[in-house]
Nanobody, 118 residues
Framework: QVQLVESGGGLVQTGGSLRLSCLAS????????LGWYRQAPGKQREFVAA???????NYADSVKGRFTISRDYAKRTLFLQMNSLKPEDTAVYYC????????????WGQGTQVTVSS
């Protein structure tokens, strides 16, 4: 079983940056892909970004060019660098051990809150 713990959220102004981290309790090398999702109040959880075992990223259109996903096998950690943040990025962000491309898996972290003020 994989346990995932997110951190790095917070309050930031429009245009600011945050870096989210997701520490896996187990080796993440075999999990392909790993992803980030987010859920805003009153909305469904949505896909944000994913990265394959070989490092190929995939992004939602809403974050392309602003967010960068990466993974560090030595640290068993998934990252999400978020730049040029907008108020509509406000949400709880979750990492996920995905079943496959575009398909969320059963393992989720507890989430980390990101709030972007206008």
């Amino acid at each position: 079983q994989v346990q995932l713990v997110e951190s790095g959220g917070g309050l930031v102004q429009t245009g600011g940056s945050l870096r989210l981290s997701c520490l896996a309790s187990n080796t993440i090398f075999s999990i392909d892909p790993l992803g980030w999702y987010r859920q805003a109040p009153g909305k469904q959880r949505e896909f944000v970004a994913a990265i394959s075992r070989i490092g190929s990223p995939n992004y939602a259109d809403s974050v392309k060019g602003r967010f960068t996903i990466s993974r560090d096998y030595a640290k068993r950690t998934l990252f999400l660098q978020m730049n040029s943040l907008k108020p509509e990025d406000t949400a709880v962000y979750y990492c996920n051990a995905m079943r496959g491309p575009g398909v969320a898996g059963d393992y989720w972290g507890q989430g980390t809150q990101v709030t972007v003020s206008s």
